[in-house]
Nanobody, 125 residues
Framework: VQLQASGGGLVQAGGSLRLSCAAS????????MGWFRQAPGKEREFVAG???????YYSDSVKGRSTLSRDKAKNTVYLQVNSLKPEDTAVYYC????????????????????WGQGTLVTVSS
């Protein structure tokens, strides 16, 4: 299983970014996906996730200003984050759920087994 995350960059506060995560070796039809982020000196934290059914869950940190979507044909998930804040600065990772057909969306990084390489998002004030 390979995950390729992209779309990060430098953006001013208030701007938007769309992150992409293309997967190979595991289909979204059977597995959920999650986005996490890790800021310098901090632990990796859950941002948003989607289960195999298509239910979506956002963390409070991005709820209301983010949209997670997926393209099954491309086996790709997207995370759009609007109204970016300096505290959104982090390396963003996508990951696949380790359990096939898990019904709930888990926010524990230990429930994800394959990870992308991460894409850096830097928000300037």
């Amino acid at each position: 299983v390979q995950l390729q995350a992209s779309g990060g960059g430098l953006v001013q506060a208030g701007g938007s970014l769309r992150l992409s995560c293309a997967a190979s070796g595991r289909t979204f039809s059977n597995y959920g996906m999650g986005w996490f982020r890790q800021a310098p000196g901090k632990e990796r934290e859950f941002v948003a996730g989607i289960n195999w059914i298509g239910d979506i869950y956002y963390s409070d940190s991005v709820k209301g200003r983010s949209t997670l979507s997926r393209d099954k044909a491309k086996n790709t998930v997207y995370l759009q984050v609007n109204s970016l804040k300096p505290e959104d600065t982090a390396v963003y990772y996508c990951a696949t759920d380790s359990r096939r057909l898990r019904g709930r969306i888990t926010d524990s990084l230990y429930d994800y087994d394959y990870w992308g390489q991460g894409t850096l998002v830097t928000v300037s004030s």
